[in-house]
């Protein structure tokens, strides 16, 4: 399996210069064939190949004076900025035709100069190599510091050169790994969980443990408010209100990193000490619209079941997604009785067969038997 590994990069004034030259160039290769292809849809043409694309926004405007700079690049992350907007385009037809599913795909943008986050991609043709001193060297750019936090587990086949909002540098490799099987959990009862996500508490399992919400921007939310203040007050266009952009993109990535790093935790001691894991398919892009969106998009629901996910195939874990549609709060573990209401305010309940239920440990029971259940019959959860 494909996995990416990510790392800081410090580059010197020079890289930077060099790097934002890259940048632009990717960009402007973008965006000019964007523009080739929109203007050749309002003339009534054809569509223009990926190739022809090619020739023209790249190999023969080299060749003209407005164009010129582009041969100051690597020609290899400009045909990747081209490869990224034909991907965009065979995106949008496919979610036009309905071959693509979920969310409708928009139709390409121009990309910005202003845009919070600018990349460029390598791959192999592009000859980039790790040093023996541990740097990366990039074509044209040259030899990159980096922090190695972890050893690559093999030979990176692309690197993707990414600057974010708060104007940090990073290296994110693609690497081909192999599973790596964890030694098998003891056969018994705790080997198996149900997990049952929510905002009071962040997971309830199904074995009565509950985890509970780290509620990471809200503690950060006084360090947030008053950067934000200072960026209001700032004069637009002036030296001081980049600044206090800046700081406030910085105590955003924070409040990122902080999550990220919380949620790759929890997720690996589930899967360590875990055979098979069980989760509700939550609708969270419906939930992120309620007036509790604030709360949702603070638990990272959808980032710390992923990780969950790719964990699992990695290391050789049973992992299942339960139907969104499964009443698991309303069906009772002891008798399966289904209540016919049960609003959200109720967090404990009795069933008339006398058992006596907290609404979260009974739904991530619940869970956990309907993940039995899907695996017992050999098929895959409804999605």
Same mark, same amino acid.
């Given at each position: 399996? +494909?996995?990416?590994?990510?790392?800081?990069?410090?580059?010197?004034? #020079?890289?930077?210069?060099?790097?934002?030259?890259?940048?632009?160039?990717?960009?402007?290769?973008?965006?000019?064939?964007?523009?080739?292809?929109? @203007?050749?849809?309002?003339?009534?043409?054809?569509?223009?190949?990926?190739?022809?694309?090619?020739?023209?926004?790249?190999?023969? $405007?080299?060749?003209? !004076?407005?164009?010129?700079?582009?041969? @100051?690049?690597?020609?290899?992350?400009?045909?990747?900025?081209?490869?990224? %907007?034909?991907?965009?385009?065979?995106?949008?037809?496919?979610?036009?035709?309905?071959?693509?599913?979920?969310?409708?795909?928009?139709?390409?943008?121009?990309?910005?100069?202003?845009?919070?986050? +600018?990349?460029?991609?390598?791959?192999?043709?592009?000859?980039?190599?790790?040093?023996?001193?541990?740097?990366?060297?990039?074509?044209?750019?040259?030899?990159?510091? *980096?922090?190695?936090?972890?050893?690559? !587990?093999?030979?990176?086949?692309? *690197?993707?050169?990414?600057?974010? #909002?708060?104007?940090?540098?990073?290296?994110?490799?693609?690497?081909?790994?192999?599973?790596?099987?964890? !030694? @098998?959990?003891?056969?018994?009862?705790?080997? @198996?969980?149900?997990?049952?996500?929510?905002?009071?508490?962040? $997971?309830?399992?199904?074995?009565?443990?509950?985890?509970?919400? !780290?509620?990471?921007?809200?503690?950060?939310?006084?360090?947030?408010?008053?950067?934000?203040?200072?960026?209001?007050?700032?004069?637009?266009? &002036?030296?001081?209100? *980049?600044? /206090?952009?800046?700081?406030?993109?910085?105590?955003? $990535?924070?409040?990122?990193?902080?999550?990220?790093?919380?949620?790759?935790? %929890?997720?690996?001691?589930?899967?360590?000490?875990?055979?098979?894991?069980?989760?509700?398919?939550?609708?969270?892009?419906?939930? $992120?619209?309620?007036?509790? /969106?604030?709360?949702?998009?603070?638990?990272?629901?959808?980032?710390?079941?992923?990780?969950?996910?790719?964990?699992?195939?990695?290391?050789?874990?049973?992992?299942?997604?339960?139907?969104?549609?499964?009443?698991? &709060?309303?069906?009772?573990?002891?008798?399966?009785? *289904?209540?016919?209401?049960?609003?959200?305010?109720?967090?404990?309940?009795?069933?008339?067969?006398?058992?006596?239920?907290?609404?979260?440990?009974?739904? /991530?029971?619940?869970?956990?038997?309907?993940?039995?259940?899907?695996?017992? #019959?050999?098929?895959?959860?409804?999605?």
């Amino acid at each position: 399996m +494909q996995l990416r590994y990510n790392f800081r990069l410090y580059p010197s004034a #020079a890289h930077e210069s060099s790097l934002a030259r890259a940048f632009g160039c990717a960009r402007v290769v973008f965006n000019d064939g964007l523009r080739a292809r929109q @203007e050749a849809h309002e003339n009534g043409l054809p569509y223009i190949g990926d190739a022809d694309l090619s020739k023209r926004v790249i190999t023969q $405007a080299k060749q003209t !004076p407005e164009r010129a700079w582009l041969g @100051e690049v690597s020609a290899v992350l400009l045909q990747q900025a081209l490869a990224d %907007l034909n991907t965009a385009y065979r995106n949008f037809f496919a979610s036009l035709s309905g071959r693509r599913k979920g969310r409708k795909v928009a139709v390409p943008r121009f990309r910005s100069r202003k845009d919070n986050r +600018q990349t460029i991609r390598f791959t192999k043709n592009a000859r980039f190599t790790i040093t023996a001193g541990g740097r990366l060297r990039l074509p044209k750019i040259g030899d990159v510091p *980096v922090r190695w936090s972890r050893s690559l !587990p093999a030979g990176p086949s692309s *690197v993707t050169v990414i600057k974010d #909002a708060a104007g940090r540098y990073f290296a994110s490799f693609v690497v081909q790994t192999t599973t790596e099987a964890l !030694p @098998e959990v003891l056969p018994g009862p705790p080997n @198996e969980v149900g997990i049952d996500l929510g905002l009071t508490h962040f $997971a309830v399992t199904s074995d009565g443990t509950k985890i509970d919400n !780290p509620r990471i921007l809200r503690r950060a939310a006084r360090k947030l408010r008053k950067a934000q203040k200072a960026l209001s007050r700032t004069q637009k266009g &002036s030296a001081n209100r *980049v600044k /206090a952009k800046l700081k406030v993109a910085k105590a955003h $990535a924070g409040v990122t990193d902080t999550r990220r790093d919380w949620a790759h935790k %929890l997720s690996t001691t589930l899967i360590r000490d875990n055979q098979a894991i069980y989760v509700e398919d939550l609708a969270v892009s419906g939930l $992120a619209r309620t007036r509790l /969106a604030k709360s949702v998009h603070d638990a990272g629901w959808s980032q710390f079941v992923a990780m969950l996910e790719y964990k699992a195939a990695r290391y050789g874990r049973t992992f299942v997604k339960i139907d969104r549609w499964f009443p698991s &709060s309303k069906l009772c573990s002891a008798c399966g009785t *289904v209540a016919d209401f049960m609003p959200l305010n109720v967090r404990s309940w009795v069933c008339a067969c006398g058992a006596v239920h907290d609404r979260d440990v009974n739904a /991530a029971i619940n869970i956990l038997t309907e993940g039995q259940r899907i695996v017992a #019959a050999g098929r895959k959860p409804p999605r």
